[in-house]
Nanobody, 124 residues
C-alpha cells in the first residue's frame, strides 16, 4: 500500500522560508515521478511542482517559479519542497503526489497517489 506523508508545514511570515518533506513507502521510490500540489481556502487544488525520477528535471507553476525548488533523495524515499520568499497567497494545504507517468497528467492533477497534506500559513 502506497503511503505519502507530508511534514514541515506551519505558520510563517511573508518573506520567510520553509521546507516541506514527503516520506514515501509502499512503492519503488526511484521509479515514480513526484510532485506537489496545493489547495488554498475556497479554491481548487492546483499544480505546484513536479520532479523527474532522477531529480534532474523539474517543472513549476508560474506562481512559484524562482521561489520554490523541488528535490528528492531516492536513498531516503523522501521528496522535498524548499519554499523561499513566501507570500500570503502561498497559504494553502500542500499535498505530495506520486505517479509512474510524467507529462501533462500532472498539470491536470491526474495522478494516482496522494498524501493527506500539510498546512502552510503565511501571514502578512
Amino acid at each position: 500500500q502506497v503511503q505519502l506523508v507530508e511534514s514541515g508545514g506551519g505558520l510563517v511570515q511573508a518573506g520567510d522560508s520553509l521546507r516541506l518533506s514527503c516520506s514515501a513507502s509502499g512503492l519503488t521510490f526511484s521509479s515514480y515521478v513526484l510532485g506537489w500540489f496545493r489547495q488554498a481556502p475556497g479554491k481548487a487544488r492546483e499544480f505546484v511542482a513536479v520532479i523527474s525520477r532522477s531529480g534532474g528535471n523539474g517543472d513549476y507553476a508560474d506562481a512559484v517559479k524562482g521561489r520554490f525548488t523541488a528535490s528528492r533523495d531516492n536513498a531516503k524515499n523522501t521528496l522535498y519542497l524548499q519554499m523561499n520568499s513566501l507570500k500570503p497567497e502561498d497559504t494553502a494545504v500542500y499535498y505530495c503526489a506520486a505517479d509512474i507517468r510524467h507529462g501533462s497528467t500532472w498539470l491536470r492533477g491526474d495522478v494516482n497517489y496522494w498524501g493527506k497534506g500539510t498546512l502552510v500559513t503565511v501571514s502578512s
